[in-house]
C-alpha cells in the first residue's frame, strides 16, 4: 500500500462527501493507494478551518492556488462552484496532479473543452463526478445492455427531475442566478451522461428549454426550471429526456426506462437498489417486469455489504467514485468517465441550447469517449 495526499477544493455538501469517501475507500475496496486527507480549500480561511476540524483534514487555505501548489497534495478534487472548474483543473494539470472534478466539468461548452484539451494534453489521471451512474443497480443495467439481454436499443427514456423549487413561494438564491446554475446546468447532466453511457452517442436533439417561475421573491429568475428534449442516438435509438426542479413529489427522480427489440428495462433512483427487468420470451401469461434486488452479485456491492437485498446509499457511491479515481491514477488507464466524457455532456447541453434558439434540430458534434 502507498500512500496518496489528497486537496479537496470547497468544503460544502460535495466537500464533505468526498472527504468521507477517501477516508473509508481503503477500507472498503482494499486500494493500492491509501488516500490522506492533507488540505481543504474553501471560500474564506475561517470556513476552511471549520471544514479543516470537522473532516480530518491536516490543514486548509482560504486560497485554492495554495492548495494546487502544495508538494504534500499529489491530486486534487474539484467540489466549488462550477465557474472556478477551470482554473484549478488547469493549474493542477499543469503541475503534474490528478484531478476529480465535480460535475458538470465546467461552467461553459468552451470550459469544458479547455478543460478536456488541459487533461489530454497533460497525461494525467482525470474524471468527472457522475455518481449516480456508479450504483450497483445501473452498473447491472449497462451489462445487461452490453451482453445484449434486451436485444439492439430502440427507446431510451430518462429524467432527472426533483422539487426543490416547486413551491413559487420559494425565495430565489444562487441557485436561481445564471445558466450554469439552472436545470440544464444542475440537473442535465446526470441524466445525459445516463443516456449516453447506457445508450451511446447522441446525434441530434430537439430541445424546450422552460423559465416556469420567472419571479421569486420579487427577485428575477435568469435560468430554466424544466427542459425536455428529442434526441437521436447514433445506433438509430429514439429517445427523449426531461429535466425539472419544479417536479411536485419527486426527490431524487433521476430514472430510465429502456426498450430493446428482446425485452426492457426500467430503473428509479428513489428505489436505488432494484432493477425492473423485462424478458420477451416465455409464455405471454406469465411476461412481466421482474423485480431485481441488488446484492453481492451485481458491480461494487460486496465490499459494502454481503446481505442481499440490504442495499447500499448515496454515500457509497462518492466511495465507488473515490476507488475508480485511485485505479486511473495507480494504473495510468483512463476510467470512466474522463474529462473526454464530461465534454460529450457539454456538448449535448450546448446543442440543445441551440436547438431551443432556432426551434430545430440541432446535431450534437462527436467526442472522444471513454469505453
Known amino acids: 500500500m502507498q500512500k496518496i495526499g489528497i486537496g479537496i477544493v470547497g468544503g460544502g455538501y460535495m466537500g464533505k462527501a468526498h472527504a468521507v469517501a477517501m477516508s473509508a475507500v481503503g477500507a472498503v475496496f482494499g486500494t493500492g493507494l491509501r488516500p490522506t486527507l ?28 495554495e492548495l494546487v501548489s502544495a508538494p504534500q497534495v499529489e491530486a486534487i478534487v474539484i467540489a466549488s462552484p462550477q465557474e472556478t472548474h477551470r482554473a484549478v483543473a488547469e493549474a493542477a494539470f499543469a503541475l503534474g496532479k490528478p484531478v476529480l472534478c465535480e460535475k458538470p466539468l465546467g461552467a461553459s461548452l468552451e470550459d469544458a473543452r479547455a478543460m478536456a484539451a488541459a487533461a489530454q494534453a497533460s497525461g494525467c489521471a482525470n474524471m468527472v463526478g457522475f455518481n449516480y451512474v456508479r450504483t450497483p443497480a445501473t452498473q447491472f443495467a449497462r451489462q445487461l445492455i452490453a451482453e445484449g439481454e434486451i436485444g439492439d436499443l430502440v427507446w431510451f427514456r430518462g429524467e432527472h427531475t426533483e422539487d426543490f423549487y416547486a413551491d413559487p413561494a420559494t425565495p430565489a438564491s444562487w441557485r436561481t442566478e445564471g445558466e450554469a446554475n439552472g436545470t440544464m446546468g444542475d440537473l442535465a447532466p446526470h441524466m445525459i451522461n445516463a443516456a449516453l453511457a447506457l445508450a451511446g452517442p447522441i446525434e ?24 425536455q428534449m428529442m434526441c437521436r442516438f447514433a445506433s438509430g435509438a429514439a429517445g427523449h429526456l426531461h429535466f425539472s426542479r419544479i417536479a411536485h413529489g419527486r426527490k431524487m427522480g433521476y430514472a ?37 434486488l441488488t446484492g453481492p452479485a451485481h458491480p461494487d456491492y460486496e465490499p459494502f455489504c454481503q446481505g442481499p437485498g440490504h442495499g447500499t446509499g448515496y454515500q457509497d457511491q462518492i466511495i465507488i467514485e473515490a476507488r475508480d479515481f485511485l485505479v486511473a491514477i495507480e494504473t495510468g488507464a483512463p476510467v470512466w468517465p474522463t474529462f473526454a466524457d464530461g465534454l460529450a455532456v457539454a456538448e449535448v447541453i450546448a446543442a440543445a441550447r441551440a436547438s431551443h434558439s432556432t426551434c430545430s434540430w440541432v446535431g450534437v458534434p462527436p467526442t472522444q469517449e471513454t469505453p
Open 38 to 65: 492533507e488540505m481543504v480549500a474553501a471560500s474564506s480561511a475561517e470556513s476552511a478551518a471549520r471544514y479543516r476540524d470537522v473532516f480530518g483534514f491536516k490543514a486548509s487555505t482560504g486560497e485554492w492556488r
Open 204 to 227: 441530434a436533439v430537439m430541445a424546450q428549454i422552460e423559465t416556469v417561475h420567472p419571479r421569486r421573491g420579487g427577485k428575477l429568475v435568469t435560468n430554466d426550471d424544466q427542459a
Open 256 to 292: 430510465y426506462e429502456i426498450t430493446g427489440t428482446r425485452g426492457a428495462i426500467r430503473f428509479d433512483q428513489e428505489d436505488q437498489n432494484a432493477v425492473w427487468l423485462y424478458r420477451a420470451e416465455g409464455s405471454e401469461a406469465t411476461r412481466g417486469f421482474v423485480k431485481i
